[in-house]
T-cell receptor
């Protein structure tokens, strides 16, 4: 079946602009996660959704970052007033249930802020 | 101190070699241990999943967990050029909301 998909695959933007990153999880997966992967660093947790609710937003680095999920499916990560330090690969993952269960990752969106 | 430490490498080995990849961690609450493989410009894919201490083997891959030492390993036997990728260790506990990742080790297998 289809895996996790993300769009766009690449995004180049100017400092100060807003960007939206999209994630389509595996159908039927109730849990959805966003991670950030900076060059040479491990994956950094951003936010977790259970259904359409986000019980854990502890990883969001600033109030410029927000995310939503609708229909227990698609999720959008929005970064407002982008900064150069936001440049990274943003990875989305989904799992059948919460937490330590197997997480399946999408290919990521490579964001470059000029 | 990071919760999960992993030598970033890079590591280069000849084809057919045995590869050993390792991570250490500080949080004794971790119960689940995973290894992900990430090819260039792709998302991580799950390679091995182990619960608690012990060994798990899958083909050429063996995962070991030593909770007493807070140390996990991934062994790759008869390494192939197609094994060239970044290997990420990850871990978590029951009820956690996310996985905790190492920085990844970049492996190159030379034909």
């Amino acid at each position: 079946g289809a895996g996790v998909s993300q769009s766009p695959s690449n995004k180049v933007t100017e400092k100060g602009k807003d960007v939206e990153l999209r994630c389509d999880p595996i159908s039927g997966h109730t849990a959805l996660y966003w991670y950030r992967q900076r060059l040479g660093q491990g994956l950094e947790f951003l936010i977790y959704f259970q259904g359409n609710s986000a019980p854990d937003k502890s990883g969001l680095p600033s109030d410029r970052f927000s995310a939503e999920r609708t229909g227990e499916s698609v999720s959008t990560l929005t970064i407002q007033r982008t900064q150069q330090e936001d440049s990274a690969v943003y990875l989305c993952a989904s799992s059948l249930e919460r937490g330590a269960d197997t997480q399946y990752f999408g290919p990521g969106t490579r964001l470059t802020v000029l | 101190q990071k919760e999960v430490e992993q030598d970033p490498g890079p590591l280069s080995v000849p084809e057919g070699a045995i590869v050993s990849l390792n991570c250490t961690y500080s949080n004794s609450a971790f119960q689940y241990f995973m290894w992900y493989r990430q090819y260039s410009r792709k998302g991580p894919e799950l390679l091995m999943y182990t619960y608690s201490s012990g060994n798990k083997e899958d083909g050429r891959f063996t995962a070991q967990v030593d909770k007493s030492s807070k140390y996990i390993s991934l062994f790759i036997r008869d390494s192939q050029p197609s094994d060239s990728a970044t290997y990420l260790c990850a871990m978590s506990w029951t009820g956690a909301n996310n996985l905790f990742f190492g920085t990844g080790t970049r492996l190159t297998v030379i034909p």
